[in-house]
């Protein structure tokens, strides 16, 4: 009997061993797993991330904002570079149209982006992948318009009709639109 209650306390006894090394053991497979994955996400996040270039905005805004902005009785308040993701993009803008540049809100103004790509293939390889990504974002106040090798944007908040005068104004200097979202 006496031999039977040794050969019992020793299982409980090589089993406590177990549960303290199984804990110790989950924390130290835990700690490795952390450190691959925040050495290797770095190191997958840059190499799967397309080269981002900025872009010097083009000096005055072109004429066709400037006209469009009068037309809606708004001013080019404020002109901003743009970073791009791809080789065909030449040039890149982005101009805040405010009726009050002292007072810019949501409701007085709208943000127009102008892209010059090198050449039309180089455009259309861009508006096509947009125009497949478009269904996968909100609803938002925009218009999107061509204008020989340039992308025109024009955005607003929800009901603002600013976009849709200063697009009229694109539209009647020859833009052709091809997106638009409400």
């Known amino acids: 009997m006496k ?10 006894h090589s089993s406590e061993k ?3 090394k199984s804990p110790s053991v989950n924390k130290v497979v835990a700690i490795i797993i952390i450190f691959c994955f925040i050495g290797i996400m770095p190191i997958l996040t840059l190499w799967s991330v397309p080269p981002v270039h900025p872009i010097t905005p083009t000096a005055p805004p072109p004429a066709s904002v400037v006209n469009a902005a009068g037309a809606a009785g708004m001013k080019v308040c404020s002109t901003g570079p743009v970073t791009y993701k791809n080789a065909g993009i030449e040039t890149a803008s982005l101009y805040q149209l405010s009726t009050d540049c002292g007072k810019v809100t949501q409701s007085n103004s709208v943000a127009v982006l102008v892209v010059e790509f090198s ?6 390889s861009v508006i096509s992948i947009a125009l497949s990504q ?4 909100e609803a938002v106040n925009y218009i999107a318009y061509t204008d020989g090798t340039q992308v025109i944007i024009v955005k607003g908040s929800p009901g ?3 976009v849709q005068q200063v697009g009229t104004s694109l539209e009647e200097q020859g ?7 409400s």
Do not use: D, I
Request: no cysteine; hydrophobic share 30%.
């Open 175 to 181: 833009a052709v639109e091809f997106a638009s979202g």
């Open 119 to 124: 050449s039309v293939n180089a455009m259309n």
């Open 160 to 162: 603002n009709s600013y």
């Open 3 to 12: 031999l039977m209650s040794k050969k019992h306390h020793g299982e409980q």
């Open 134 to 137: 478009l269904s996968s974002y």
């Open 18 to 20: 177990n549960e303290e």
